[in-house]
């Protein structure tokens, strides 16, 4: 949908929806009690991202955390 001429918003319309609406959730949670992420969510709006945006890429965020998290076994851990 973005090559071309392409006149829009672009949006996630394929994947795992569940999954996607709880890594929703989980992030709107994060970034409004998580110190780490909340500034980085905070950071991205300042510089003009669209607040949907931001959530995004803060879901993006937590998802590498969470794998991080399984991957080396151990609990979270603030930066």
């Known amino acids: 949908r973005q090559s071309g001429k392409w006149k829009g918003k672009s949006f996630i ?3 795992w929806g ?3 609406a709880v890594l ?6 994060a970034s409004r009690y ?3 992420l909340k500034a980085f969510r905070d950071r991205l709006v300042a510089s003009s991202k669209p607040k949907i945006v ?11 955390i ?3 998290i ?3 076994g ?6």
């Open 24 to 29: 929703f959730m989980a992030a709107l949670v």
């Open 66 to 68: 969470l794998n991080a």
């Open 34 to 36: 998580n110190p780490d």
């Open 70 to 72: 399984i991957r080396d």
């Open 13 to 15: 319309d394929s994947g």
């Open 18 to 20: 569940k999954v996607r």
């Open 74 to 79: 151990r609990p979270w851990q603030n930066a």
């Open 54 to 64: 931001a959530i995004v890429a803060t879901m993006r965020k937590l998802l590498t």
